[in-house]
Every structure is written in structure tokens, then in C-alpha cells.
């Protein structure tokens, strides 16, 4: 059964940083691309980024809105993905969730339970 634990969220000021992490277990890490998915109050889900199966110069995608701002990556020796995020914006606001690419964007059973990211002042 495939389980994705995400932590690293919280409040942080524009301008802030965080690192988001997700463990995962249940399947084999090293046959997907994965990915972050977020979602907004009354907004829909969206890719933030994505990553391929390899561990180093693997393929990554960014949605334009946090490119140069944002980093994925992966450790395939712990199972485990990442997503730093610097010079954050309110507009970053939303729910993070750790997703198998590509089911997770729209199966709640492809990622896991999230973690919310705020950012305030």
C-alpha cells in the first residue's frame, strides 16, 4: 500500500524559507517520477514540480510561478522526496501534498496527507 508522509510545512514571512520532505514507502520509489501537487483555498490542485526516476540530473518541471525560487530533488537511498522553497510568497500559500507522477495530481490515493504551507507576514 502505498504510503507518502510529508513534513516540513508551517508559517514562514515573505521572502522566508522551507523544506518540505516526503517519505515514502509501499511501492518502489525508484520506478516513478515524482512530484509536489498544491492546493489553495477555492483553487484547484496544480503541479508545482516534478521530478524524474534518478536521483541526480534527472528531469525536473517547475510551474513558471515558482521557477528560480523553488528546487526538487530526491534521495533514492532513503526513499525520500524534497522540495526547498525560498523567497516565498503569500500567493505560495496552500496545501503541499508528495505525489506519484502522474496519478497524484487527481488520485488521493497516489499522494499523501499533505502539509500546509502559509506564508504571512
Known amino acids: 500500500q502505498v504510503q507518502l508522509v510529508e513534513s516540513g510545512g508551517g508559517i514562514a514571512q515573505p521572502g522566508g524559507s522551507l523544506t518540505l520532505s516526503c517519505a515514502a514507502s509501499?511501492?518502489?520509489?525508484?520506478?516513478?517520477?515524482m512530484g509536489w501537487v498544491r492546493q489553495a483555498p477555492g483553487k484547484d490542485v496544480e503541479w508545482v514540480s516534478r521530478?524524474?526516476?534518478?536521483?541526480?540530473?534527472?528531469?525536473?518541471y517547475y510551474i513558471d510561478s515558482v521557477k528560480g525560487r523553488f528546487t526538487i530533488s530526491r534521495d533514492n537511498s532513503k526513499n525520500s522526496l524534497y522540495l526547498q522553497m525560498n523567497s516565498l510568497k503569500p500567493e505560495d500559500t496552500a496545501m503541499y501534498f508528495c505525489a506519484k507522477v502522474p496519478d497524484g495530481l487527481r488520485d488521493v490515493k497516489s499522494r499523501g496527507r499533505g502539509t500546509q504551507v502559509t506564508v504571512s507576514s
Open positions: 509501499g511501492f518502489t520509489f525508484t520506478f516513478y517520477s
Open positions: 521530478i524524474g526516476t534518478a536521483d541526480s540530473n534527472s528531469d525536473t
